[in-house]
Nanobody, 124 residues
């Protein structure tokens, strides 16, 4: 089965940095983009960033642009979300998701598979 596993969450102080990892650890499957979303208590799911299968295209939410970088290893079995200058408003459960459409054009994202999430808490 498809299995996406997030790791790297934790508690960090305001202004700190954290790198999340999404590991594609299940059966091989075809995907065109991998993305990160987050959900804070009482709020809706929010898109954070996405990267294309071959790493050539990325997209970021305005709320994190300049503070977050999405990348992947050579085989794209691991996708990373490097976050810096973290603020309390970044506190949320962060999820990775896979878009299995044949092509991802760099805009929009359809999450067909999701991980279980990892908690990020930014303290004041």
């Amino acid at each position: 089965q498809v299995q996406l596993v997030e790791s790297g969450g934790g508690l960090v102080q305001t202004g700190g940095s954290l790198t999340l990892t999404c590991t594609d650890s299940g059966r091989p499957f075809s995907w065109s983009a991998m993305g990160w979303f987050r959900q804070a208590p009482g709020k809706e799911h929010e898109f954070v960033a996405a990267i294309s299968r071959h790493g050539g295209s990325t997209a970021y939410a305005d709320s994190v642009k300049g503070r977050v970088t999405i990348s992947g290893d050579n085989q794209m079995k691991m996708v990373y979300l490097q976050m810096s200058s973290l603020e309390p408003e970044d506190t949320a459960v962060y999820y990775c998701a896979a878009d299995t459409r044949p092509i991802w054009g760099g805009k929009g994202f359809v999450g067909d598979y999701w991980g279980q999430g990892t908690q990020v808490t930014v303290s004041t």
